[in-house]
């Protein structure tokens, strides 16, 4: 038996006693404390993210939910130390996985994590894939080469000519296909990107997220440059997958429609912070933010109309407001919310909103 | 409310498709094949489906961006069809498109006010500086401070651009705007303020609006009549409420059901049994014989194979392409 095929064995049956082990008692899984993150420009210092915190526990599925602009994707990205730095500068901050600080672990143990432990959809299907090599190339590519590092010619050699490792790696590829409903996956794995539709590539980007057993997903807007009616579909079989594997999902959004129909928690982002953090019936019945009530309030509606949305825009992250950030917009806005900065409070079980209104 | 503004008659639009080495014409993709509809005056007529359905083709054709292959477009009770282009100055005048994506729309090189003229200059209306407080006047319209006059679009966000492209699409005070997506590319909220916007010029200048969407949702918010299209076809057509009550085409039952919810109120739908699962376009060039939507229809028969549903009224202004829409009530 090869290195990678052992190591997938093994990870396959840790991360299910794992599961089992953690599904009950439901604590964190993935722990974002106090992550500021700064920008350098020529103007100054941008304060994109100040202050994230959110916790992801095991089997669950939160939803991250704020307006283009808000830092939503940034915070993942940070995570995963995707981002370029500089100009990006990590203040301060923690992104604990299982325990592990993301931000402080060094490459290669960075490198496995990522590798085997979370797995991420991006969000634009049509530049996503390599255009210059056929899907079967890139997931077998990925699933070769999983932690290995500094590969010496001879290792190469071994693992690119491995016609049995290939044969195998192949089958599981296939099988992740199926097991996402894609038709005849053996001659979807021979076509390249671009002779698949836009539904079609991001199956086959979920695919390759789930090659891996990931301990967690994190789906940046996966479907939303897709049609309705696909973006349902691979709504639902994300869902069922999620479901079934008992999988802790970040998802990524800023349609509030989707969140709905995959949240267990919802997060709502604005302007670098997390304002509100809740169960989603409970968020959709009574929205405590004044920004949650607006952008709720926005939302077209198959009964009772549609409102008028909120006054003024995101402001600008070189020169943010002092105190609250949305205190320039907010139609409740009280002298103190131009001077401090409201805590996040907990107003109910697992109910959290930072805002002067329900402070104290 | 009963004139009409437009009346489109069997409107066809195909694109050559040119193959072989010498680059000879060897078909063409039917992208709107045989559209009729019209829109009455103040009203909004929302025409919904998705990517690649020849909705924007349906918008492009009716200002005559597009030349239509057959077919007629009336336009206050006159045929524009085959206007030449100086007797179409004239009827541009009237007619106005705002786009889907604000950024790619404006020129990025000019100011707003340059934008916002540009159909005045092209139409030789006004003097300069008529011109420019027509323009300060149009962006009060949409809402917009006069400052904005000098800046370039890429200093603005998505919406004020928008509303830059409307004001310019407003310039000539047109009677009908297309407006193609004309809230996709913004936020929700964003959006919201876009629509309420939409809605009170709409009240204030007696517009009328054929509103190109793939949003169901908010189309019922808006929009008095739906048209569904779905790949060259209208397959049904019916006033907004009487469409959301009781959605009789297969494909809208599909879209309904997938659209994301926000109301509490509403119980989900399970939409898995709506439609099988193959993801199956059609081929544009050699469009079947029979109903488009069989493929993926899940209550589909042999007849649907064989033969074109024809479009048909089975209640009252409600039209659906379907051999069996009366069972799908049931």
């Known amino acids: ?360 | 409310m009963n004139t009409e503004v437009i009346r489109v008659n069997d409107l066809r639009k195909y694109f050559p498709l040119y193959g072989g080495i010498l680059r000879k014409r060897v078909g063409e993709i039917k992208a709107v094949d045989g559209v009729t509809f019209s829109i009455g005056a103040g009203e909004t007529c929302a025409l919904v489906g998705e990517s690649g359905s020849g909705k924007t083709t349906v918008g492009k054709t009716i200002v005559r961006i597009y030349d239509p292959t057959g077919g007629t477009v009336y336009f206050e009770g006159r045929d524009v069809t085959n206007l030449s282009q100086d007797e179409l100055m004239s009827v541009r005048r009237k007619m106005q498109m705002v786009f889907q994506d604000p950024t790619s729309s404006l020129n990025p090189r000019k100011r707003v006010r340059d934008i916002v003229t540009a159909p005045l200059e092209v139409h030789r209306v006004g003097s300069n500086s008529e011109r420019l407080a027509r323009a300060a006047e149009l962006l009060e319209i949409v809402q917009l401070s006069r400052e904005y006059l000098h800046r370039y679009p890429y200093g603005l966000s998505g919406g004020e651009k928008q509303r830059v492209a409307l004001a310019r699409a407003l310039a000539l005070d047109p009677c009908l705007l297309v407006l193609d997506e004309p809230t996709s590319a913004l936020d929700v909220s964003v959006q919201a303020k876009t629509i309420a916007l939409l809605g009170e010029l709409q009240k204030k200048l007696s517009l009328t609006y054929l509103f190109i969407s793939h949003n169901l949702v908010l189309v019922k918010n808006i929009a008095a009549t739906v048209l569904v299209m779905y790949f060259g076809k209208i397959i049904e057509s019916a006033p907004t409420q009487e469409l959301f009550r009781c959605p009789s085409h297969p494909y809208t039952m599909t879209l309904l059901s997938s659209m994301p919810v926000v109301d509490t109120e509403v119980e989900l739908p399970a939409s898995g049994e709506l439609e099988n699962i193959v993801e199956a376009g059609i081929d544009l060039a050699n469009p079947p014989v029979g109903c488009r939507f069989y493929p993926r229809c899940a209550f589909r028969e042999e007849l649907c194979q064989e033969a074109y549903p024809k479009l048909r009224e089975i209640r009252k202004e409600h039209f659906v392409s379907c051999h069996f829409a009366e069972q799908m009530l049931t």
Not at chain 1, 29 to 55: H, P, Q, W
Not at chain 1, 303 to 320: A, T
């Open chain 1, 1 to 360: 038996m090869c290195p990678t095929q052992a190591r997938v064995a093994i990870s396959s049956e840790a991360s299910k006693t794992a599961v089992s082990k953690y599904s009950s008692v439901s604590s964190s899984l993935l722990e974002v404390r106090d992550l500021r993150i700064y920008f350098s420009t020529f103007r100054g210092e941008a304060r994109v993210i100040d202050g994230v915190n959110m916790t992801v526990r095991e089997g669950e599925t939160l939803v991250l939910a704020g307006e283009t602009g808000c830092g939503k994707s940034l915070t993942a990205k940070a995570m995963l130390r995707v981002i370029p730095i500089p100009p990006a500068r990590i203040v301060s901050g923690k992104a604990l996985f299982r325990g592990k600080d993301l931000l402080q672990v060094d490459e290669t143990e960075l490198q496995r994590i990522k590798g085997r432990e979370i797995a991420m959809v991006p969000q634009d299907p049509m530049t996503a894939l390599n255009p210059v090599y056929t899907v079967e190339d890139q997931m077998l590519t990925m699933m070769i080469w999983q932690g290995h590092e500094d590969v010496a010619v001879k290792d190469w050699l071994k693992l690119t000519r491995n016609k049995k490792l290939r044969k195998e790696l192949t089958e599981r590829a296939l099988d992740v296909l199926r097991s996402l409903r894609i038709p005849s996956p053996e001659l979807v794995m021979k076509r390249y990107p671009i002779e698949l539709s836009g539904g079609m590539r991001q199956r086959v980007l979920i695919a390759t997220a789930f090659l891996k057993r990931p301990r967690l997903l994190i789906a940046d807007e996966p479907g939303t440059a897709l049609d309705v009616t696909v973006q349902d579909k691979i709504i639902r079989l994300l869902k069922d997958r999620i479901s079934r594997e008992n999988l802790s999902t970040l998802y990524i959004t800023h349609d509030l429609g989707t969140a709905r129909k995959l949240a267990h928690r919802i997060a709502i982002m604005y302007a670098g912070r997390v304002i509100e953090v809740g169960n989603v019936e409970d968020v959709f019945n009574e929205p405590l933010h004044p920004y949650t009530v607006g952008l709720i309030r926005s939302l077209p509606k198959l009964h009772g109309g549609i409102g008028e949305g909120i006054p003024g825009m995101v402001p600008d992250y070189l020169n943010p407001p002092r105190g609250c950030r949305f205190h320039p917009r907010c139609e409740h806005r009280m002298p103190i919310c131009d001077q401090v900065r409201p805590e996040m409070v907990e107003v109910g079980p697992g109910r959290f909103v930072e805002c002067h209104l329900y402070m104290g």
